[in-house]
């Protein structure tokens, strides 16, 4: 018997378990669609195992909610959903990438790929007629392969900046990487997630891993102190870093070309990098633009 749920009457043959979450009642598994051979995702949450709960349900469906909507080469695409006898499973995309959590460190220029990356991929979840919060960006929620792509996962907090997708107002996240307005239940606004995209590259230029990066937070005014542990980094670059995860939203450093600017690469590649992100911007912009004037 196999040690692994049997998917086939889906069209689905699960491969193996890459990760589980007992306290939602997720596990998350590699499999391939039987008819194409293609390589998949599937979370499954079980209603009555592990101790689940509501809110598991809740984040499962709130993420096919999400996903359906969103097309974009660095978020691994929704593909299906089922559901078996006691629980709810989605397929997505597979990419052949790790954790950032899972590397031991990075040298400036890849932390410069890896920040205009998901400073893109920011851009274009902000810019839908309700912007999408992640609300769970973390180095264990970015996905980076061989060739430094990246990619964002897991939705499943990830909520709109008017209303809800599932009616949830819920207070949830991961500690160390929640800005105090999440931390305590207040309005989101798009500041909210390049807090949580600060504190991710603190975790990268320091060395911290996720667990311990509560330790560097001056609970007296919710300021991380880290420049301590930075070496190799321009004053510049830190100091954009400090304003990117200012406790104060309306403080916080919040346009996306000018946090790009201040990551350190070699010349030539920053231009060429700022060029194609500004280009990207001025078109998410104008399509902004235009879909408030077809409202």
């Given at each position: 018997?196999?040690?692994?749920?049997?998917?086939y009457n889906y069209g689905y043959q699960v491969k193996k378990q890459l990760g589980h979450n007992y306290h939602s009642g997720r596990v998350t598994y590699q499999a391939i669609h039987l008819k194409t051979k293609q390589k998949v995702v599937i979370k499954l949450f079980q209603f009555a195992q592990y101790n689940s709960s509501w809110h598991g349900y809740q984040s499962i469906e709130s993420e096919i909610k999400v996903l359906k909507q969103l097309h974009h080469p660095r978020i691994p695409r929704y593909l299906d959903s089922f559901a078996p006898e006691g629980g709810v499973c989605l397929v997505q995309e597979y990419k052949n990438a790790q954790p950032l959590s899972a590397y031991p460190s990075f040298t400036p220029e890849q932390i410069q790929q890896i920040a205009v990356q998901m400073l893109e991929i920011l851009d274009y979840i902000q810019h839908f007629y309700n912007p999408i919060i992640h609300r769970d960006i973390k180095p264990e929620n970015v996905l980076l392969d061989y060739k430094m792509r990246v990619y964002l996962i897991d939705f499943g907090l990830a909520k709109l900046a008017y209303g809800s997708i599932n009616g949830s107002t819920t207070m949830a996240g991961t500690a160390g990487f929640m800005p105090p307005e999440?931390?305590?239940?207040?309005?989101?606004?798009?500041?909210s997630d390049i807090y949580s995209l600060g504190v991710t590259l603190v975790c990268l230029v320091t060395g911290i891993k996720t667990a311990e990066i509560s330790n560097l937070i001056d609970l007296s005014n919710h300021r991380i102190k880290f420049k301590h542990l930075a070496s190799g980094y321009s004053k510049e670059f830190l100091n954009y870093l400090d304003k990117m995860v200012e406790p104060d939203p309306k403080k916080r450093l919040t346009n996306l070309e000018r946090i790009f600017k201040?990551?350190?690469?070699?010349?030539p590649i920053q231009r060429k990098l700022l060029a194609e992100f500004s280009n990207k911007l001025k078109v998410n912009n104008l399509n902004k633009r235009l879909k408030y004037a077809i409202v």
């Open positions: 018997m196999s040690e692994f749920p049997d998917f999440q931390l305590y239940n207040h309005t989101l606004n798009k500041a201040s990551v350190p690469s070699p010349e």
